[in-house]
C-alpha cells in the first residue's frame, strides 16, 4: 500500500521531470528542425547532401530566448535549401559537451564534402546572430553542383552522360540559391546547367525568350520541355521530378526511432514537417513544407495598413500580451493552432483570412484592447479578434481560456459563413487609405494578401530574401 503511493508519487515525479527538461524554445510546427539526440545529428551530419547549420542552446539561457525568432525567420527563409536545426543541451548535454559546446547558444555549420563519402566540414558560425546575416552567410556556403555551361561547353555538357538534364537559364553571373538547392537536391540522377543569357546559340537553340527560364532535357532523345510555371523551389522540383527522382530530404527519425513519449512524439512531428512523407514517395516526390508561426505586427503603422483601413478585408488577430504572457504555454499553444490552420489552408489552396500575433509592445495592443473594451477581462489570456475594417464589424472569441485547434477552427469556418452576431467596430479606428502608402509598399494591397496568406509567403513584411534568380 505504502510502496504503491511511493511508486506514483515517483512516476509523478518523473513524469514532472521529464516535462520540465522537455521544454524547448522551440514550438511544434516551428520551421527549426528539433534534434534530441545523438542519432538524429548523426544522421543528419552523415547523410545531408545540404548545408546544415545547428543551434545548441539551453531554453533559458537569455541570448538563445532573443536568437529565437531570428533563427526561425532564418529557417523559413532557408526552407528546403539547408537543413536549420537546433538542439536543447538541457536534454542532451553529453552530446552538446562531445560537439565541443562550451557556451549558449553555440552555432555550427556542416558543410558537406563535395566529394561522396568524405567528411563534412564543420564550422562555428561566427557571423552576427541576425536573421539576414545568418541566410547571407548560409546561403554563401551551400555547395554548388551547378554547372556553368557556355555556348563553348554545352556539347560536352549534352555528351556527358545519357541521363536527364535541365539548363537554368539567367540573366545573372552568380548562381542563386535555389539553383544550387536543386543541383543538391538531384546529385547524381539529374545535371543541372546554368547558362547566361548572353550564350546566343545556346539561348537561341532551345527558344528561351526571357530570364530565368528552366528547360528540362529529359534524356533518351526526347523533346525539351520548357518549364512555365513560378521560379519557386517546390514548383521547378515537382517539374523536374518528372524525369528524375530526386534524393530524398534526410528524414533524421528514418531509423529505429528511439523510444516514444509524449515529448518525443511532439518533438517528431515537429522534426517531420522539414521531411518527406514516406506515403508520397511513389508518386512525384513533394517536399512538405510544415507549418511557419503566424506573422507577428510590430507596429501600429503595420496594423493600420494590413488590417484597419477602409478597404481591410478580414483580419484574425491574435492579442498576445507582454512578452511574459507570450511566452506562457496558453498562448503559444493558441498561436502554434493559429500556424497549423494557416498551413491547413494554404495546403488546401484555400483563400483565408491572415493571421496575426499582435503583443504588448505594439501601441495598436492597448489601442484596440481598450477600443474593443476586452480590457476588463485576465489580462493574462490570449484575445482573438477577427476584425474586418472595411465592413465596420468585429467579433471576439469566446470559446475559453484555453482554446483547441478544433474550437478556433470552427469559429473562423462561422465567421467565414457570415454565422453568428457581429460587433460594430468603433468608426474612430479604421483608417482612410493613403495613397501615399499604397505607392510605397505595393505588397501589402490588402486584397491580395488574403490570396497569399500562405506559409510560404509571411506578410509581415520583414521576410528575409535571398538572392534571385
Ligand atoms: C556519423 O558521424 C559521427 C560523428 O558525428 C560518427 O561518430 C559516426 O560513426 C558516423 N556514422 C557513420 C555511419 O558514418
Ligand atoms: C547525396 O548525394 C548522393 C549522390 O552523390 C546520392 O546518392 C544520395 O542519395 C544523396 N543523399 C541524400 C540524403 O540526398
Known amino acids: 500500500m505504502l510502496t504503491k503511493t511511493l511508486l506514483a508519487v ?11 527538461a522537455s521544454d524547448g524554445l522551440y514550438q511544434k510546427g516551428s520551421p527549426v528542425l528539433q534534434i534530441t539526440n545523438k542519432k538524429q545529428l548523426d544522421k543528419l551530419i552523415n547523410t545531408s547532401n545540404h548545408t546544415s547549420i545547428v543551434e545548441f542552446y539551453a531554453p533559458w539561457c537569455g541570448h538563445c530566448k532573443s536568437l529565437k525568432g531570428d533563427y526561425e525567420k532564418a529557417a523559413h527563409s532557408l526552407a528546403s535549401m539547408v537543413n536549420v536545426a537546433a538542439i536543447n543541451c538541457d536534454e542532451t548535454r553529453e552530446l552538446c559537451s562531445s560537439m565541443g559546446v562550451k557556451g549558449f547558444p553555440t552555432l555550427k555549420i556542416v558543410r558537406p564534402s563535395k566529394v561522396p563519402g568524405r567528411k563534412p566540414v564543420i ?31 554545352l556539347g560536352p555538357f549534352l555528351e556527358a552522360n545519357n541521363g536527364p538534364k535541365a539548363l537554368l537559364f539567367t540573366e545573372k553571373a552568380t548562381t542563386a540559391p535555389i539553383t544550387k538547392a536543386l543541383a543538391t537536391d538531384f546529385l547524381g540522377v539529374l545535371s543541372l546547367g546554368q547558362v547566361r543569357s548572353k550564350e546566343k546559340a545556346t539561348v537561341d537553340k532551345y527558344g528561351v525568350a526571357k530570364f530565368p527560364a528552366l528547360v528540362l532535357l529529359p534524356g533518351d532523345d526526347k523533346e525539351p520541355v520548357v518549364y512555365d510555371g513560378k521560379m519557386k523551389h517546390k ?10 527522382e530526386p534524393n530524398k530530404p534526410v528524414d533524421i527519425n528514418a531509423a529505429a526511432p528511439p523510444k516514444k513519449s509524449k515529448a518525443d512524439k511532439e518533438k517528431k512531428t515537429a522534426a ?23 506573422p507577428t505586427v510590430h507596429t501600429l503603422d503595420k496594423l493600420r495598413s494590413s488590417c484597419l483601413g477602409d478597404k481591410s478585408p478580414t ?4 492579442f498576445v500580451g507582454d512578452e511574459a504572457n507570450e511566452k506562457q504555454k496558453a498562448t503559444q499553444d493558441v498561436l502554434g493552432h493559429l500556424a497549423e490552420l494557416a498551413h491547413k489552408n494554404a495546403q488546401a489552396k484555400r483563400a483565408a483570412f491572415p493571421f496575426y500575433a499582435v503583443p504588448a509592445s505594439n501601441e495598436a495592443s492597448t489601442l484596440l484592447l481598450e477600443a474593443l473594451e476586452l480590457d476588463a477581462e485576465s489580462k493574462d489570456q490570449v484575445h482573438l479578434v477577427a476584425i474586418n475594417a472595411r465592413r465596420g464589424w468585429w467579433r471576439h472569441y469566446k470559446g475559453g481560456d484555453s482554446p483547441s485547434f478544433a474550437t478556433i477552427e470552427s469559429w473562423i469556418d462561422a ?37 497569399e496568406q500562405s506559409n510560404d509567403e509571411p506578410v509581415d513584411g520583414e521576410e528575409i530574401k535571398h538572392e534571385e534568380l
Open 10 to 20: 515517483v512516476v509523478a515525479l518523473a513524469e514532472m521531470n521529464s516535462a520540465l
Open 123 to 153: 564550422e562555428d558560425y561566427q557571423g552576427q546572430r541576425t536573421a539576414g546575416s545568418i541566410v547571407d552567410s548560409l546561403t554563401s556556403q551551400m555547395n554548388n553542383h551547378v554547372v556553368k555551361v557556355t555556348d563553348a561547353t
Open 235 to 244: 514548383e521547378m522540383l515537382q517539374f523536374l521530378s518528372q524525369a528524375a
Open 272 to 294: 517531420t514537417t522539414t521531411s518527406s512523407t514516406p506515403t508520397e514517395k511513389q508518386t512525384a516526390p513533394v517536399i512538405i513544407q510544415g507549418a511557419v508561426p503566424i
Open 315 to 318: 483580419c484574425v488577430l491574435a
Open 415 to 451: 465567421i467565414r459563413m457570415g454565422e453568428g452576431a457581429k460587433e460594430k467596430l468603433p468608426q474612430s479606428l479604421v483608417t482612410k487609405a493613403e495613397v501615399k502608402e499604397a505607392k510605397e509598399e505595393p505588397r501589402e494591397e490588402p486584397e491580395k494578401q488574403v490570396k
